[in-house]
């Protein structure tokens, strides 16, 4: 069965905890330990969280993988 790949990420705060928690509800399933880093461009710091999910099709790099 053919998985696709994602990379949520997201300032740290509640937000971060939503979009992965939405992912969760939707299928996705957690990949490895979340990140956290600090972003100078924005001064704030950074969570990215990867997940993947098993799909019926093929993979097709046009997939809008949120929607899957």
């Known amino acids: 069965m053919p998985k696709i790949y994602r990379l949520l990420t997201e300032?740290?705060?509640?937000?971060?905890?939503?979009?992965?928690?939405?992912?969760?509800?939707?299928?996705?399933?957690?990949?490895g330990s979340p990140s956290y880093a600090f972003d100078a461009a924005s001064g704030k710091m950074r969570c990215a969280q990867a997940v993947t999910k098993d799909?019926?099709?093929?993979?097709?790099?046009?997939?809008?993988?949120?929607q899957q």
């Open 11 to 31: 300032e740290d705060t509640s937000a971060f905890c939503h979009k992965v928690s939405a992912a969760l509800s939707k299928g996705w399933e957690l990949y």
């Open 55 to 66: 799909i019926a099709d093929d993979y097709h790099p046009e997939m809008k993988l949120g």
